[in-house]
């Protein structure tokens, strides 16, 4: 299946009842995995948890740290882009050159690079004195 596919299956199982805006991502990575996320939203905090962490966190439970590759799928005119907290969420486990495709289920499609996505992303490297 591909990503674009998975990504689609996985948005069907968001829970949105206060956006009623369904987001699913799946992300490859560099080992071959494929892991999905959906977004989970909850009353007291509406937005809830975005799809790309669902899809982070599942990763991560599995014991692996390298996105090689990543799809957003939303139902929206234009391809929806990654919030800021998740821009950088990606930009923890994935190179700089990683592709990121953001989706919408009327055929649009948006591709851009992680670097491109969070230009002057903190690093650990802003956290060193000398
Ligand atoms: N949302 C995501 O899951 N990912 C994005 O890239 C953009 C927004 C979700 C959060 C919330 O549940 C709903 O979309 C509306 O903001």
């Keep these: ?46 937005e809830g948890t975005c799809a790309e962490a669902g899809a982070i966190a599942a990763m991560c439970a599995a014991g692996e740290r390298e996105i090689a590759e990543l799809v957003v799928v939303a139902d929206s005119p234009q391809p929806v882009p990654p919030c800021g907290g ?9 190179a700089p050159d ?20 969070l230009p002057g992303a903190f690093g650990v490297g802003h956290m060193e004195k000398f």
């Design 98 to 117: 990683v592709r990121v495709t953001m989706a919408s289920l009327s055929g649009a499609r948006q591709i851009i690079s992680v670097a491109d996505l």
């Design 1 to 46: 299946m591909s990503l674009y596919d998975a990504a689609c299956k996985v948005r069907e199982m968001a829970y949105a009842p206060y956006s009623e805006f369904k987001v699913g991502v799946a992300l490859r990575t560099s080992s071959g995995a494929v892991f999905t996320g959906c977004n989970v939203e909850n009353v007291a905090y509406p």
């Design 86 to 94: 998740c821009r950088q969420k990606i930009a923890e486990f994935a």
